[in-house]
């Protein structure tokens, strides 16, 4: 008799993408970087065209439906043609709510895009689910959340929204791009399909643009491969091995660039030249909100300097923290969400959302903790 066993998620993550060459027997999988395959006769393998399925895209795609405990998952050149292709199962005249203060690439493709082509939207405060619930019309068929959101850490209860969309027959879709299924498991909690920008965490470099959908059904699942074959986004070969490469390590990396900032929001929050500081820990209300259905803060921390005319000087005199947009990295990135990030967001909604001048947002990379609080010191003082 065979012994059977669970393996935890570390060992799933250590081991992703293994066992994939039944040629050779090689460990990690190999970069299939061929756009066709050679079949006999005139059956098709299994493999015929890299669009449709690539072995080294696909050793990605089973290692997070297997991470995520999804029913299928797809991966995309980006987070932002993950997102695109999301929205593609929807038809003209659908609706969709999301959450207000969500990433600034997901407002765009609506208001720039899609919504010309038909699609309706509304950004609503997520955190509230009667206030969900007032805006939602008959022809709402998507619930977009994000939470923690960006840059200001609200969260949202993923087990209510769910509730909620399902009673309206709508799917709940969570962009889970700041906390990963290492420390936030959407599908458990009800959501239907999960978003990834895995350009962030999952990959964890700064090497590689990559995106992802997860599923939790089989027909949301078949349904994503065909928009993915067919609108032709999905991601290459190098860069699926390069995101499996990354993945194996997002244990390791995640807890310490959490421990990193959770000891930067402490410093922060004690320093005189701060007047806010946002991390989940900080505060009580949204910390207990969050703790019931994540397992840990997270890496990523905002701030707000007392005096905004010193965001450029701060920036400047960082020694070890880059200015630079993206997050999720080995090496701490700063970024001023105002001018960057969030400039296409109007003024007012900037400024309701707390999107303010003074405002950075700050992704811990695994650096020695000690340094990175010297070097914000040093660049305050
Ligand atoms: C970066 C990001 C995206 C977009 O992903 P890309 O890989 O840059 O296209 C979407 N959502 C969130 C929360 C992000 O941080």
């Known amino acids: 008799m065979?012994?059977?066993?669970?393996?935890?998620?570390?060992?799933?993550?250590?081991?992703?993408?293994?066992?994939?060459?039944?040629?050779y027997g090689s460990v990690t999988t190999p970069i299939y970087q061929t756009v066709t395959f050679q079949h006999r006769g005139d059956a098709l393998g299994t493999y015929d065209y890299s669009r449709t399925r690539n072995p080294t895209r696909s050793a990605l795609e089973e290692a997070l439906t297997r991470l995520e405990g999804g029913a299928g998952a797809r991966v995309f050149a980006s987070g932002m043609a993950a997102i695109t292709a999301l929205f593609l199962l929807l038809?003209?005249?659908?609706?969709?709510?999301?959450?207000?203060?969500?990433?600034?690439?997901?407002?765009?493709?609506?208001?720039?895009?899609?919504?010309?082509?038909?699609?309706?939207?509304?950004?609503?405060?997520?955190?509230?689910?009667?206030?969900?619930?007032r805006h939602w019309r008959g022809t709402t068929r998507m619930l977009f959340v994000e939470t923690p959101s960006n840059p200001v850490l609200r969260i949202s209860d993923i087990r209510a929204l769910a509730a909620l969309a399902h009673r309206h027959d709508a799917r709940l879709v969570v962009d889970n791009t700041f906390m990963t299924f290492y420390r936030q498991r959407p599908l458990e909690l009800g959501?239907?399909?999960?978003?990834?920008?895995?350009?962030?965490?999952?990959?964890?470099?700064?090497?590689?643009?990559?995106?992802?959908?997860?599923?939790?059904?089989p027909e949301d699942a078949e349904r994503l491969g065909e928009v993915a074959n067919g609108t032709g986004g999905v991601l290459g070969p190098l860069d699926a091995y390069l995101t499996l490469?990354?993945?194996?390590?997002?244990?390791?990396?995640?807890?310490?660039?959490?421990?990193?900032?959770?000891?930067?929001?402490?410093?922060?929050?004690?320093?005189?030249?701060?007047?806010?500081?946002?991390?989940?820990?900080?505060?009580?209300?949204?910390?207990a909100r969050h703790r019931r259905q994540a397992g840990g803060p997270g890496g990523m921390v905002s701030?707000?300097?007392?005096?905004?005319?010193?965001?450029?000087?701060?920036?400047?005199?960082?020694?070890?923290?880059?200015?630079?947009?993206?997050?999720?990295?080995?090496?701490?990135?700063?970024?001023?969400?105002?001018?960057?990030?969030?400039?296409?967001?109007?003024?007012?909604?900037?400024?309701?959302?707390?999107?303010?001048?003074?405002?950075?947002?700050?992704?811990?990379?695994?650096?020695?903790?000690?340094?990175?609080?010297?070097?914000?010191?040093?660049?305050?003082?």
């Open 191 to 217: 959501a239907d399909i999960v978003v990834y920008s895995a350009t962030k965490y999952l990959a964890g470099h700064n090497d590689v643009l990559a995106g992802a959908l997860v599923a939790r059904g």
């Open 2 to 23: 065979i012994a059977t066993h669970r393996f935890g998620i570390d060992s799933l993550l250590a081991h992703a993408g293994t066992g994939q060459d039944p040629v």
């Open 303 to 381: 701030f707000v300097l007392r005096d905004p005319g010193r965001v450029a000087a701060v920036m400047d005199r960082l020694q070890l923290v880059l200015p630079a947009v993206s997050l999720g990295g080995t090496e701490s990135l700063i970024t001023h969400p105002y001018s960057e990030t969030h400039r296409e967001l109007p003024e007012p909604l900037r400024r309701r959302l707390g999107i303010v001048p003074g405002l950075l947002r700050l992704s811990a990379g695994v650096e020695d903790p000690d340094d990175l609080i010297w070097d914000l010191r040093q660049a305050l003082a």
């Open 245 to 287: 490469r990354g993945l194996k390590t997002l244990g390791l990396r995640l807890t310490r660039q959490e421990e990193n900032a959770r000891r930067v929001a402490r410093a922060l929050a004690d320093h005189p030249a701060v007047a806010r500081v946002y991390y989940p820990e900080l505060e009580p209300e949204a910390n």
């Open 91 to 133: 038809h003209q005249g659908d609706h969709i709510l999301l959450t207000d203060d969500l990433y600034g690439g997901t407002y765009r493709v609506l208001t720039d895009y899609l919504g010309h082509l038909g699609l309706d939207f509304d950004f609503v405060d997520t955190r509230d689910p009667q206030e969900v619930e």
